[in-house]
């Protein structure tokens, strides 16, 4: 008998691996490649996201939406490359927030984690806001911010439990339920595109750019800036690595491919709304003309994107329990968030913190309108925490290739143009945002350089956090079987 078969038959478990991982009790393999790509399609929306886009876009940057897109495209695609690099090589249900503290360290992994923590709450809490009003619109409502009545309290409530629950059964059913709703809402988004493809005689007169109409390099940026928004929530996906088959593979091949599939539906849109402003109709895939005509159009699109709201605050609030499952085991925050069910083998303790947080963040917004500080700082967290964040990992990725020593210009360029480009979208995004919601935009960097700041002085306090920071999911002993050779001294 060999030593590999002699071993085998022995199975006796590696030593030299610790007994349990930094993320033990969630249940590896449970989730595949679609799965991840579910729940990243779901996180970024795209139904909602086309419909907000393609018009938005359109008054941006006018014969150059097309180009817009495609530049933001890019910049996404690089984002993702950069995420890849630590994809590759460590699983973690942290995201971002474990791939910047490992290549950057403690103060800035804590500047992109706080930074996730605001924008996945941002995301979730306006995603469910907009769904209840959707749905109060396609069921005959007028669709108002602050309706304050108990059925629009009723379904913030409902909708928020039943997202607690589904995360708390598990990430399998979570990303399958968003999978089987995207797929429906794309499908539908891309046969209005068809539509109005169809409406306009298949014009693509728009897409070239005019040149006389050419914006500015600051309406340039701030447009790239607003695209960036609809892909928010792509790399989401990472954090249920742990939980996925071959997680090293899988979860870079399913950022790129999220990143490919949305852009290819926004793309699509938005030559469909270009060939519609080239035919002289609205700056919208579907004109009042259009809803005039058909009456049961109405109600029809607002369920879809009702759904697909609901989708997508479902996959916000699941990376976000990731996220505050990872400090919690780091100790970072309160260790009772990083239980997870025996059953089930998920963050339930996590799940119910942040169902809860939701609900009351949610009930929040309704309460206080249109016109508040709070939903100001909501809104801004959905875009400028993202694009910090992103930011920071593009930043981290070359930084981390060469303390592992594995630096090359050939891995490393995406992530150095990626670095260069946020850089000038996000100074762009902070001088708009400065001249017109200054407060929003100083609470959010108060709540960011607070949490950071706090979070140094307790990792040099030595309260034990210093060996935990960054935590991923590592092999264990019962993964491995040991040769029976005797360890090599060094």
């Given amino acids: 008998m060999s030593a590999l078969s002699d071993a085998i038959a022995r199975r006796t478990p590696d030593a030299s691996l610790g007994s349990v991982s930094p993320l033990h009790g969630l249940r590896r393999g449970s989730v595949t490649t679609l799965d991840l790509v579910a729940q990243s399609v779901a996180a970024v929306a795209p139904a909602g996201g086309l419909l907000i ?6 008054d941006r940057t006018g014969s150059f939406a097309f180009v817009t897109l495609l530049l933001t495209a890019a910049a996404v695609i690089l984002v993702a490359l950069a995420m890849s690099v630590f994809a590759r090589r460590i699983s973690a249900a942290g995201g971002i927030y474990t791939f910047v503290t490992r290549g950057l360290g403690p103060a800035a992994g804590m500047v992109a984690g706080v930074a996730l923590l605001l924008g996945y709450a941002g995301v979730s809490i306006d995603t469910l806001r907009s769904a209840v009003r959707r ?7 007028t669709e108002r911010w602050a309706s304050e009545g108990p059925a629009s309290t009723l379904l913030v409530i409902g909708i928020g439990a039943a997202v607690t629950a589904v995360i708390a059964l598990g990430a399998r059913m979570s990303t399958r339920v968003m999978l089987v709703v995207e797929a429906v809402v794309v499908a539908a988004l891309i046969s209005v595109s068809l539509a109005v493809f169809a409406a306009s005689g298949w014009n693509l007169a728009g897409v070239v750019p005019d040149a006389g109409t050419a914006p500015s390099l600051s309406a340039f940026a701030e447009g790239i800036g607003f695209a960036l928004v609809c892909f928010v929530g792509f790399e989401s996906g990472a954090a249920l690595g742990p939980e996925s088959r071959r997680p090293l593979a899988a979860v870079p091949r399913a950022l790129v491919w999220t990143v490919g599939s949305v852009a290819a539906v926004y793309l699509f849109g938005v030559l469909a709304q270009l060939s519609a402003v080239a035919g002289g109709r609205e700056a919208s895939l579907l004109t009042e003309a259009d809803l005039a005509a058909n009456p049961w159009l109405d109600p029809v699109i607002h369920a879809v ?8 605050t479902l996959a916000c609030t699941n990376a976000l329990v990731r996220l ?3 400090m919690a085991r780091e100790g970072v925050l309160p260790r009772a968030l990083g239980r997870t069910s025996a059953r089930f083998a998920t963050p339930h303790v996590a799940a119910l913190a942040v169902g809860t947080a939701l609900v009351i963040g949610t009930l929040l917004l309704v309460g206080a309108g249109r016109e508040s ?10 875009s400028m925490a993202f694009i910090l964040a992103y930011l920071a990992v593009c930043a981290a990725a070359t930084p981390y290739l060469l303390r592992i020593r594995e630096f090359s210009l050939r891995e490393a360029w995406p992530a150095l143009l990626g670095t260069l480009a946020l850089a000038g979208v996000a100074a762009t995004e902070m001088l708009a945002e ?8 100083c609470i959010l960097i108060a709540l960011i350089a607070g949490a950071t700041i706090a979070h140094l002085l307790r990792v040099r306090s030595g309260r034990g956090l210093a060996g935990r920071i960054g935590a991923y999911d590592t092999p264990v002993a019962s993964d491995a079987i040991s040769s029976g050779a005797p360890a090599r001294r060094s």
Avoid: N
Wanted: hydrophobic share 60%; glycine share 10%.
């Fill in 53 to 58: 886009l393609t018009g938005g876009l359109v």
């Fill in 135 to 141: 749905l109060d619109a396609a069921f005959g409502g």
């Fill in 305 to 312: 994107v009702a759904a697909s709201w609901i989708a997508c």
């Fill in 324 to 326: 505050v499952f990872t």
């Fill in 373 to 382: 500080l709070y939903r100001d700082v909501v809104h801004l967290a959905e």
């Fill in 434 to 441: 400065a001249a017109d919601d200054a407060t929003a935009l």
